[in-house]
T-cell receptor, first 113, second 115 residues
Framework: NAGVTQTPKFRVLKTGQSMTLLCAQD?????MYWYRQDPGMGLRLIHY???????AKGEVPDGYNVSRLKKQNFLLGLESAAPSQTSVYFC????????????FGEGSRLTVL | AQSVTQLDSQVPVFEEAPVELRCNYS??????LFWYVQYPNQGLQLLLK??????LVKGINGFEAEFNKSQTSFHLRKPSVHISDTAEYFC?????????????FGTGTRLTIIP
C-alpha cells in the first residue's frame, strides 16, 4: 500500500547546487504532477505528465526540469537552485485525466541557502 | 479562468463544536468542486467532491459540503469536530473536460481544534 512515494523527504542545498527529487507510484496511474506549496499560496503546479515519455509545463515551470522515462516514476530536477525555490514539493498521480482526484505523496521539504 | 477563495486562513474551534470552512469560486463555465485535507506532515487527500447531481455532498470522516450555484460557494461543514480533525483544508475547482492540470487550489484554511 505504498501509493505515491517521494525521496528525499528533506534536503538542504546551497545556491547554485543541483538536485533531483524522485516520485514513484505503484498504482499504474498514467498522469503525474509536481506541485510546490508555499505559505499563503496554496499549491501551484510546476510540471505534469500525461504518460510515459511525456512532460508539460504547469503554472510555475521556470528553474525546474522533469522526466518521465518510466510510467511509475516522475523526476523533478533543479539545475541551479535558488533561495526562491525553498518550498515543500508534492508529487501526485491520477488514474484519470479529468477526475480531479489526485493521490499525493507526503512531500519533500527543500531549503536553499 | 477559474479561481477559488478561502477567506479564513485559520479557524479555531472547540472540540465537539460544529465548524464551517468557507469556499467561494469564480468561473465562467460549469464547475467541479473539491475539498482536500492535509494532516500534519502528510500529503493532501481527497475529502469530498462535487461533479454533478445532488448539491449536498458527503465525504469521509463525517464532513459534508453544499454546492450553492447562486452564491458560488462550496462550504465545508461538520456538526461535531474531534481533535483528529486538526489539519489544513484546501478547496479546489476544475471543470468538465478540463484536465487535472487545470485544477486550481485555494490558499487553505488551517483548522485547529481546542480541547
Amino acid at each position: 500500500n505504498a501509493g505515491v512515494t517521494q525521496t528525499p523527504k528533506f534536503r538542504v542545498l546551497k545556491t547554485g547546487q543541483s538536485m533531483t527529487l524522485l516520485c514513484a507510484q505503484d498504482m499504474n496511474h498514467e498522469y503525474m504532477y509536481w506541485y510546490r506549496q508555499d505559505p499563503g499560496m496554496g499549491l501551484r503546479l510546476i510540471h505534469y505528465s500525461v504518460g510515459e515519455g511525456t512532460t508539460a509545463k504547469g503554472e510555475v515551470p521556470d528553474g525546474y526540469n522533469v522526466s518521465r522515462l518510466k510510467k511509475q516514476n516522475f523526476l523533478l530536477g533543479l539545475e541551479s537552485a535558488a533561495p526562491s525555490q525553498t518550498s515543500v514539493y508534492f508529487c501526485a498521480s491520477s488514474y484519470s485525466a479529468f477526475s480531479g482526484e489526485l493521490f499525493f505523496g507526503e512531500g519533500s521539504r527543500l531549503t536553499v541557502l | 479562468a477559474q479561481s477559488v477563495t478561502q477567506l479564513d486562513s485559520q479557524v479555531p474551534v472547540f472540540e465537539e463544536a460544529p465548524v464551517e470552512l468557507r469556499c467561494n469560486y469564480s468561473s465562467s463555465v460549469s464547475v467541479y468542486l473539491f475539498w482536500y485535507v492535509q494532516y500534519p506532515n502528510q500529503g493532501l487527500q481527497l475529502l469530498l467532491k462535487y461533479l454533478s447531481g445532488s448539491t449536498l455532498v458527503k465525504g469521509i470522516n463525517g464532513f459534508e459540503a453544499e454546492f450553492n450555484k447562486s452564491q458560488t460557494s462550496f462550504h465545508l461543514r461538520k456538526p461535531s469536530v474531534h481533535i483528529s480533525d486538526t489539519a489544513e483544508y484546501f478547496c479546489a475547482v476544475s471543470a468538465p473536460n478540463f484536465g487535472n492540470e487545470k485544477l486550481t487550489f485555494g490558499t487553505g484554511t488551517r483548522l485547529t481544534i481546542i480541547p
